[in-house]
């Protein structure tokens, strides 16, 4: 009986053994369930933050682009230096003084624009009205804002109302001189001011239809006179290209001809009166080109 009991007691020992191992392998099955699903959770969570923080970083190689105000090319400004044309260059140290010019007679003193302020960018019209029609000309801000700043003050004086273009040039380069009050290429107002937009290395160097400053009365000096290039050099097929037939690229560009190249062609095609025998190729137009008025557009920008 005994041994019965025992073997009774035994396998309901072993049913227990078996019933708790089970359980205790059912829990740890729902452990290792719990932390994967949680740890696929949290690693999906993480992915999220990344993803979000790359975004927002500009990561990924692409960066983050961001608008940045550029400054406006119309608040640009310069400064310009106004020379007296009648006083000489101050001597080296210790030279001798050079003598003191005779004062021009032909020059035309209104003063001096102001030396600063003046804006490097977009361009101005200008209006020349003749009485053979109005010529309009671009003028370039921003290659030659001196020089704009000069025609501009200028007109604002009437500096060129009643005046004529005085001066053709018809071989080799061919040009129409005007801007001088006096009429003689000897006028001009009382400052200078330093070339700039010079096409030194341009072939050929000054085109049809340009406007550009001449350098009377001081050489190397830009005033009032200004010259309207009528032809190419190269139009000419005649004319042997050389150093001398080509215009030196020592004058400021001031702008180009956007209308009325009409009417420099006409006075061009009417001829000349030379000057003298010395230089038959240069003198005064036979068809008289007088300048009522000359003005000068508010500046436009070229960012606007």
Same mark, same amino acid.
């Given at each position: 009986m005994s041994s019965s009991k025992d073997r009774q007691r035994a396998a309901a020992r072993a049913r227990l053994e078996r019933e708790i191992a089970a359980r205790a392998a059912e829990q740890s099955r729902r452990r290792k369930r719990t932390g994967l699903i949680a740890g696929s959770v949290a690693a999906g969570v993480l992915v999220i933050v990344l993803v979000i923080v790359l975004i927002t970083s500009g990561g990924g190689g692409k960066?983050?682009?961001?608008?940045?105000a550029t400054p406006s090319a119309s608040t640009t400004k310069v400064?310009?230096?106004?020379?007296?044309?009648? %006083?000489?260059?101050?001597? !080296? +140290?210790?030279?001798?003084?050079?003598?003191?010019?005779?004062?021009?007679p032909y020059l035309k003193n209104v003063g001096t624009p102001a030396t600063s302020g003046m804006p490097n960018s977009g361009t101005q019209t200008m209006t020349i009205t003749t009485n053979q029609g109005p010529i309009t000309v671009s003028v370039d801000d921003a290659k030659a804002p001196c020089a704009a700043a000069s025609f501009t003050y200028l007109a604002g004086k009437k500096f060129f109302d009643n005046t004529s273009c005085y001066r053709m040039h018809n071989t080799g380069y061919y040009i129409l001189q005007c801007g001088d009050p006096s009429g003689t290429g000897k006028g001009g107002p009382a400052y200078t001011y330093t070339a700039e937009n010079q096409p030194t290395d341009s072939r050929p160097t000054y085109t049809t239809g340009m406007v550009a400053v001449g350098t009377p009365p001081t050489a190397g000096d830009n005033g009032s006179q200004f010259f309207i290039v009528y032809? %190419?050099?190269?139009?000419? !097929? +005649?004319?042997?290209q050389t150093a001398t037939s080509i215009l030196p690229g020592q004058f400021t560009v001031l702008g180009t001809i956007t209308a009325g190249m009409d009417v420099v062609q006409k006075v061009a095609a009417g001829g000349l009166t030379p000057a003298g025998k010395s230089d038959p190729n240069t003198g005064k137009p036979k068809i008289p080109l007088a300048i009522s008025s000359l003005t000068m557009s508010a500046g436009t920008s070229s960012g606007s």
């Open positions: 960066k983050k682009v961001t608008a940045q400064s310009c230096v106004w020379n007296s044309a009648t %006083n000489p260059s101050p001597a !080296p +140290s210790g030279a001798s003084p050079s003598p003191k010019p005779s004062p021009n032809k %190419n050099t190269e139009d000419d !097929p +005649s004319q042997t």
